[in-house]
């Protein structure tokens, strides 16, 4: 188990935001009561925004969307509760962070492979944006790695 001294369990980078592995697997491992997704472009989907919170509700969590310049107001607003933080982005990610969330660790899992990226490990796939996001993270003191499930080996990055 993780061991945090703020309501933020954890951050995750996952292209795939909101799916099985995280409301039920990351979730449980963690004990986050609330998924706290900060992406604007999700915020324009509505039938996304469903579909996560279909599966977020099934595993027995609450999922809030949000503007990545809105999450210390939905942070502020959440009580006793243990949050867990997915972003779709290395960038994303780093825009929380220049928020001054308080984050200490994050995890990366999946990074579609597009033009341009290359295999950094497992299914992670990343530019050189990508790589410069994750130095920059590092350079703020936050532990960042890669890990696909809570019971895998950790890759520093």
Not at 72 to 89: A, G, M, P, R, S
Not at 125 to 147: A, C, F, R, T
């Amino acid at each position: 188990m993780i061991k945090v001294k703020n309501k933020i369990q954890l951050t995750r980078v996952d292209n795939r935001l909101v799916h099985g592995q995280i409301a039920i697997i990351w979730r449980a491992y963690l004990r986050a009561n609330v998924i706290i997704v900060p992406d604007d472009d999700v915020m324009k989907n509505k039938m996304i925004m469903a579909l996560m919170k279909m599966t977020a509700k099934s595993a027995g969590a609450k999922v809030i969307f949000c503007c990545v310049n809105d999450i210390k107001q939905e942070l502020d607003n959440i009580n006793d509760e243990k949050v867990f933080i997915v972003c779709k982005t290395p960038q994303i990610a780093k825009q929380i962070v220049d928020k001054e969330i308080p984050i200490v660790e994050i995890s990366v899992g999946n990074m579609y492979n597009t033009n341009g990226k290359k295999l950094l490990a497992s299914n992670v796939y990343v530019d050189d944006n990508d790589l410069e996001d994750i130095k920059y993270i590092k350079s703020k003191g936050i532990n960042i790695y890669i890990q696909d499930m809570p019971n895998t080996k950790k890759i520093k990055l």
